[in-house]
């Protein structure tokens, strides 16, 4: 396992749309560099998947507030990647459940919740280097890192994705609500490199990842 030499705890920032394979990425580039993969849309599914569990309306944004203040988000790392729990309970499987996948950009888009999980996301900085993934990592989260990479794919490639794994996702139509919300919409960061992963396989699109991080001047 690579250790990153100098510096004191490294963010990675992976962002980019559903499907276009970067939590495979960041997974990868976790265990390649020693560092701890922190899946930010996780903890986005954990807050919607809550609010349906309390029959909340996801469109109702004081409502969803309201429960937010009383929710106990716990996050966590186990080996190399991050855990999420909500009110002591850790979540799974249920996070990718089609509810879960067709109410998410809606809650992700109040910036009360964008606000709470940030803070969370960077407290992650204050413990450990992280490879994190999401829509606003180099954006919002961690601007000023150097090492910033925005992972994109074809609609066609990254819809195929989705099906092979039996997930139902309208990836089209959560891209759309991600990019075009009001609170940090998906959008390539200032400084990121983006990889066009449509044609790669797993090890060369990690082979091309390290060498742009190579080029942003990150060491290991
Ligand atoms: O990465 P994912 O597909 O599991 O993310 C689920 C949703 O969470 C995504 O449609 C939008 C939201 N999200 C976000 O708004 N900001 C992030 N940094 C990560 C995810």
């Known amino acids: 396992m690579a250790l990153i030499k100098n510096q004191h705890h490294v963010a990675i920032a992976i962002d980019g749309p559903a499907a276009s394979g970067k939590s495979t990425i960041a997974r990868n580039l976790a265990r390649h560099l020693g560092l701890v993969m922190v899946n930010s849309g996780a903890m986005y599914r954990a807050v919607t998947w809550k609010i349906l569990s309390?029959?909340?309306?996801?469109?109702?944004?004081?409502?969803?507030?309201?429960?937010?203040?009383?929710?106990?988000?716990?996050?966590?790392?186990?080996?190399?990647?991050?855990?999420?729990?909500?009110?002591?309970?850790?979540?799974?499987?249920?996070?990718?459940?089609?509810?879960?996948?067709?109410?998410?950009?809606?809650?992700?888009?109040?910036?009360?919740?964008?606000?709470?999980?940030?803070?969370?996301?960077?407290?992650?900085?204050?413990?450990?280097?992280?490879?994190m993934e999401g829509r606003d990592i180099g954006s919002v989260v961690f601007p000023d890192t150097p090492y910033k990479i925005y992972v994109d794919a074809s609609a066609e490639v990254r819809a195929a994705r989705r099906s092979a794994e039996g997930v139902t996702d309208s990836v089209a139509a959560r891209d759309h609500a991600d990019s075009a919300r009001a609170t940090a919409p998906l959008v390539v960061a200032k400084g990121a490199v983006v990889l066009d992963n449509s044609d790669h396989t797993v090890a060369s699109a990690v082979e091309a990842s390290l060498d742009i991080l190579r080029s942003q001047g990150l060491q290991w």
């Open 54 to 131: 309390l029959g909340i309306d996801p469109f109702d944004q004081d409502a969803v507030e309201q429960a937010l203040e009383n929710m106990a988000i716990g996050c966590g790392v186990d080996g190399c990647f991050s855990t999420i729990a909500i009110d002591g309970v850790v979540l799974h499987d249920e996070l990718r459940s089609l509810q879960v996948n067709q109410a998410v950009s809606i809650v992700s888009a109040i910036p009360l919740v964008r606000e709470r999980l940030v803070a969370l996301q960077r407290d992650y900085l204050q413990r450990t280097s992280v490879v």
